[in-house]
């Protein structure tokens, strides 16, 4: 198969990208470098059925593949409240012109979507059927409602046009490649207790998440793309849950940092539950997260002191 992998030099794209090319696959790689970094895949460049394009997907593509993952978008807060209006762009113009060409090509396509569309959630776990409890006019919204809007456009067009779509809601997911300034929590602490510099935890420290390391998701997101009449989206993510204090205490024990933890004011609407209802992947894809929390953070703290040198 030859596939096009879009958002794919960004921490998931990338992992995404090395993942199909070591199943044989052809990958086309589109990107337009805002968040994404060709750092991330320049052990792939010697390889023959790797291809990189540079390109906005808010402009048409016009390429031949068999499959696309559509995983375009800036991911982080501190990215997408500095363009919010790009970011809306690109999770819908993009969406519309990456199903347009799905459904050129008459090709199955994946859609990148976030537990974000659950917003503040009301319910925990947070399952597919739940609509969310999201503020359509916050700093968070342009990423939260371009995603929601993204997650109507491929369901209208495979009402309308029966397009072969998949969407995949993406809990907290950490790993090596993660950028280091990207204001994320699991790397901000890891960069914090590697610099033996104070772990910020905004609000009390009790709001919770649940982290799923990249492996296990990038397993997760090829089996959806191999899985046929998918007809709502799918969560996925790592049940076991963790508040922002224990995840804190658990990298400053790893990394064996001096560092303090210190509190400050939490962000607007910033969640205080996320935990995904993984019901449906286990049972139609027989997945679930095998990674634990300790040794994931412990392959990415590996990652982080080399990079940091």
């Given at each position: 198969?030859?596939?096009?992998?879009?958002?794919?030099?960004?921490?998931?794209?990338?992992?995404?990208?090395?993942?199909?090319?070591?199943?044989?696959?052809?990958?086309?790689?589109?990107?337009?470098?805002?968040?994404?970094?060709?750092?991330?895949?320049?052990?792939?460049?010697?390889?023959?059925?790797?291809?990189?394009?540079?390109?906005?997907?808010?402009?048409?593509?016009?390429?031949e593949?068999?499959?696309?993952?559509?995983?375009?978008?800036?991911?982080?807060?501190?990215?997408?409240?500095?363009?919010?209006?790009?970011?809306?762009?690109?999770?819908?113009?993009?969406?519309?012109?990456m199903?347009?060409?799905?459904?050129?090509?008459?090709?199955?396509?994946?859609?990148a979507?976030?537990?974000?569309?659950?917003?503040?959630?009301?319910?925990?776990?947070?399952?597919?059927?739940?609509?969310?409890?999201?503020?359509?006019?916050?700093?968070?919204s342009?990423?939260?409602?371009?995603?929601?809007?993204?997650?109507?456009?491929?369901?209208?067009?495979?009402?309308?046009?029966?397009?072969?779509t998949?969407?995949?809601?993406?809990?907290?997911?950490?790993?090596?490649?993660?950028?280091?300034?990207?204001?994320?929590?699991?790397?901000?602490?890891?960069?914090?207790?590697?610099?033996?510099?104070?772990?910020?935890?905004?609000?009390?420290?009790?709001?919770?998440?649940?982290?799923?390391?990249?492996?296990?998701?990038?397993?997760?997101?090829?089996?959806?793309?191999?899985?046929?009449?998918?007809?709502?989206?799918?969560?996925?993510?790592?049940?076991?849950?963790?508040?922002?204090?224990?995840?804190?205490?658990?990298?400053?024990?790893?990394?064996?940092?001096?560092?303090?933890i210190?509190?400050?004011?939490?962000?607007?609407?910033?969640?205080?539950?996320?935990?995904?209802?993984?019901?449906?992947?286990?049972?139609?894809?027989?997945?679930?997260?095998?990674?634990?929390?300790?040794?994931?953070?412990?392959?990415?703290?590996r990652?982080?002191?080399?990079?940091?040198?």
């Open positions: 198969m030859r596939y096009l992998v879009t958002g794919g030099a960004g921490f998931l794209g990338s992992h995404l990208t090395e993942k199909l090319l070591t199943l044989g696959h052809e990958v086309l790689v589109v990107d337009n470098f805002y968040t994404g970094k060709r750092s991330n895949l320049e052990n792939l460049f010697p390889n023959p059925k790797f291809e990189l394009l540079r390109h906005d997907i808010t402009f048409p593509l016009y390429v593949v068999d499959g696309i993952f559509n995983f375009a978008c800036p991911a982080s807060p501190k990215h997408y409240q500095k363009f919010p209006v790009q970011t809306t762009k690109t999770s819908i113009i993009g969406a519309i012109n199903l347009g060409l799905a459904k050129r090509l008459e090709v199955p396509i994946l859609q979507s976030t537990s974000e569309v659950y917003g503040d959630p009301e319910v925990s776990p947070q399952p597919e059927t739940y609509w969310g409890n999201v503020n359509p006019i916050g700093i968070r342009c990423y939260d409602e371009g995603k929601r809007a993204a997650e109507t456009l491929f369901f209208d067009y495979k009402r309308q046009f029966n397009l072969d998949r969407v995949i809601r993406i809990f907290n997911t950490y790993g090596p490649k993660m950028d280091q300034n990207d204001g994320r929590v699991v790397s901000n602490f890891i960069v914090q207790a590697l610099r033996n510099e104070n772990l910020t935890i905004y609000g009390d420290g009790t709001q919770s998440r649940s982290f799923c390391y990249v492996n296990d998701l990038i397993d997760g997101i090829i089996r959806v793309m191999d899985l046929t009449g998918l007809e709502t989206p799918i969560n996925l993510g790592n049940e076991t849950e963790f508040d922002m204090n224990e995840l804190a205490n658990l990298v400053l024990d790893l990394t064996k940092s001096k560092s303090q210190v509190y400050e004011s939490l962000p607007q609407d910033d969640p205080k539950l996320r935990k995904p209802n993984i019901a449906l992947a286990k049972r139609t894809l027989g997945w679930e997260a095998q990674t634990t929390l300790a040794e994931g953070l412990e392959e990415t703290i990652y982080f002191r080399d990079v940091l040198k």
